[in-house]
């Protein structure tokens, strides 16, 4: 992808604060300590610091004005999950700044008069999209059929796996065969059968998913989504991949921060270990690849807007998600080696970053899923490996 000379990237005054408000309310409110604290609980986070947040306006950030929102940009959420990131902070932000997405660049008048309200006011929204393991699968299971002698009544059969925030949402947005058309569709949890949400064991315990059995819900026709199926769920991706890879940029700032903090600490040999040079280049590179995957990141953000996602905006996505799992999958990995012994321990902090960039990683699509991708875009744009031709994306 190629920018022209009037492009850059910038911050709005509104982003500046957003951005400065952010980094206090993160650090106010999730320390180490309480990270640690919150990892065997039920949902992850404290009711009372998601209030704070709504309390903030930031769910409200990328909604738009006349549906209660504050009609900035979904770029607008990066500075704040880049925040959330570095200090860990696990709260259904993620999940329902993706679901609102989905029903303003989906749904229809009626329906972002009726739930985009709600979320900017704090109803948990999560999508729900995987049947297996694999985001390049884009297979579709779950049936919506018409209920016999009433077609305003849509019954669901089938499972979803991995659906961030379920045991606290509100609402799903959840793909579905209805009548061999693939669509999304809106359905409350008030709708599901008693013991269909059953949380996921996931590697890095500050997250939570479950396995969610939509069978037997009943939903109306108006809650499918009327826009184009392929296109919204192509971007809801790239905006959800955009934005975990903000939080593994923060993530990946404060495991440098953690390491630097250690080797100016530890002596061996009677000397500091961040003396050795064998230190010192790893950390070095550590910092390079956080900084690229930061300008990939806060790119994607500039040119992402409120319209359908072109050729730009997409490889923007792509290559922040696959350099910023990158980053912060070295960076956890060198804290564990750098630490010894004790890194390996559950007890050490480097593991909380290693767990997260595993998980990172894989959600939405690893570095390879996306670097796939990308191959075609590129060459479709005329870029090669030795420059460019000057076509623009």
Same mark, same amino acid.
């Given at each position: ?42 949902? *992850?986070? %404290?009711?009372? +610091?998601?209030?704070?947040? &709504? @309390? ?5 950030? !990328?909604?738009? #004005? ?91 059969? *089938?499972? %979803?796996?991995? +659906?961030?925030?379920?045991? &606290? @949402? ?5 793909? !579905?065969?209805? #009548? ?214």
């Amino acid at each position: 992808m190629l920018l022209n000379s009037n492009e850059s990237i910038h911050f709005s005054e509104e982003q500046s604060m957003l951005l400065d408000s952010a980094k206090e309310f993160c650090k106010d409110k999730s320390s180490i300590s309480v990270v640690r604290e919150l990892l065997d609980s039920e949902t *992850g986070f %404290k009711p009372d +610091v998601w209030q704070d947040l &709504v @309390a903030l306006g930031w769910m409200a950030v !990328a909604i738009p #004005e006349q549906f209660g929102g504050s009609a900035l940009t979904i770029g607008a959420v990066v500075p704040i999950v880049e925040s959330m990131g570095r200090t860990l902070l696990s709260t259904p932000f993620i999940s329902s700044s993706v679901a609102a997405q989905a029903i303003i660049r989906g749904g229809s008048r009626q329906q972002k008069e009726r739930y985009l309200p709600s979320i900017a006011e704090g109803e948990v929204a999560t999508i729900a999209l995987l049947e297996n393991e694999d985001w390049g699968d884009d297979e579709v299971n779950l049936n919506a059929v018409l209920v016999d002698g009433d077609d305003d009544q849509l019954l669901l059969q *089938g499972v %979803k796996n991995q +659906v961030q925030d379920a045991a &606290v @949402a509100g609402l799903f947005i959840v793909s !579905a065969t209805v #009548e061999n058309d693939k669509k999304l569709i809106i359905v409350p949890a008030s709708s599901l059968k008693p013991g269909a949400i059953k949380a996921q064991k996931l590697i890095d315990e500050s997250k939570r998913c479950s396995v969610v059995d939509f069978s037997g819900a009943r939903v109306s026709a108006s809650h499918v989504l009327p826009g184009d199926y392929n296109a919204l769920v192509r971007d809801i991706k790239l905006i959800a991949a955009m934005l975990l890879a903000a939080e593994a940029v923060g993530s990946a700032a404060a495991c440098l921060d953690l390491i630097v903090e250690y080797l100016k600490t530890r002596k061996q040999f009677g000397k500091v270990i961040g003396s050795y040079q064998a230190l010192k280049h790893p950390t070095v590179d550590i910092l390079c690849d956080m900084d690229s995957a930061k300008s990939f990141v806060y790119h994607a953000a500039t040119v992402v807007g409120d319209e359908p996602l072109n050729s730009d905006a997409e490889v923007a996505c792509r290559m922040a998600k696959a350099q910023a799992s990158e980053a912060l999958l070295f960076a956890g990995d060198r804290a564990v080696q750098f630490y010894g012994g004790m890194g390996f321990t559950y007890e050490c902090d480097a593991q909380l970053y290693v767990r997260r960039a595993q998980w990172v990683q894989q959600a939405y699509g690893d570095a390879s899923h996306h670097r796939k991708r990308l191959a075609g875009l590129l060459l479709e744009c005329g870029l090669s490996f030795g420059g460019f031709s000057g076509q623009r994306c």
